[in-house]
């Protein structure tokens, strides 16, 4: 079974510019939930999408958005990129939606996209 | 806010045993998630706990209690390899908050 990949692994982008990062699941796999991973501020969670719905969101601005396909695969856009959105970009896949209380709860992370804003 | 707070570093020698303590808010809460990461790399899924009590998994146990707002991540027969961070997540209504980690070295 093909884990998490994430598109592309590395990017650098300029002040201003926007990026879009993609995100396909393990098949079978409806949620997708994406994360910013930074020395300063750690793990914080961006937003999940299940069944092509936004389904919860983290405390981030307006300029990051995302959207879900009907194959599961997701993006993630952030648009007018800071020099703090440098970060690397992790997205995770699970069979249900985040915290609930039945089985198949476990959560696969995928490699991640290391991005650098100049 | 819905803080998560664990230690930030933890030391262990092998062989031996050692919990790992998260404390998080209970307004809200759904469940307890535990990762492992290993540097450079990303998380690995180790535990969901939406029950009080002690589920175990191989050589790794995670414990929760809803009143208290606490749980433990307990390692058993250390090994080298599980040298990582340790994250501790907690499940909200529409969010999910991760502590700093938990960074131990075997």
């Known amino acids: 079974k093909a884990g998490v990949t994430q598109t592309p692994r590395y990017l650098i982008k300029t002040r201003g510019q926007q990026v879009t990062l993609s995100c396909s699941p393990i098949?079978?796999?409806?949620?997708v939930s994406w994360y910013q991973q930074t020395p300063g501020q750690g793990l914080q969670f961006l937003f999940e999408?299940?069944?092509?719905?936004?389904?919860n969101k983290g405390n981030f601005p307006g300029r990051f958005s995302g959207r879900q396909f009907s194959n599961s695969r997701s993006e993630m856009n952030v648009s007018t990129l800071e020099l703090g959105d440098s970060a690397l970009y992790l997205c995770?896949?699970?069979?249900?939606?985040?915290?609930?209380?039945?089985?198949?709860?476990?959560?696969?992370f995928g490699p991640g996209t290391r991005l650098t804003v100049l | 806010g819905q803080n998560i707070d664990q230690p930030t570093e933890m030391t262990a020698t092998e062989g031996a045993i050692v919990q790992i303590n998260c404390t998080y808010q209970?307004?809200?809460?759904?469940?307890l998630f535990w990762y492992q990461q290993h540097a450079g790399e990303a998380p690995t899924f180790l535990s969901y706990n939406v029950l009080d009590g002690l589920e175990e998994k191989g050589r790794f146990s995670s414990f929760l209690s809803r009143s208290k707002g606490y749980s433990y991540l307990l390692l058993k027969e250390l090994q080298m390899k599980d040298s990582a961070s340790y994250l501790c997540?907690?499940?909200?209504?529409?969010?999910?908050?991760f502590g700093a980690g938990t960074r131990l070295t075997v």
């Open positions: 997540a907690g499940s909200y209504n529409n969010d999910m908050r």
């Open positions: 209970t307004s809200g809460f759904n469940g």
């Open positions: 098949s079978g796999h409806r949620s």
């Open positions: 999408y299940f069944s092509e719905t936004q389904r």
């Open positions: 995770a896949s699970s069979y249900t939606l985040l915290g609930g209380t039945g089985l198949r709860n476990e959560q696969f």
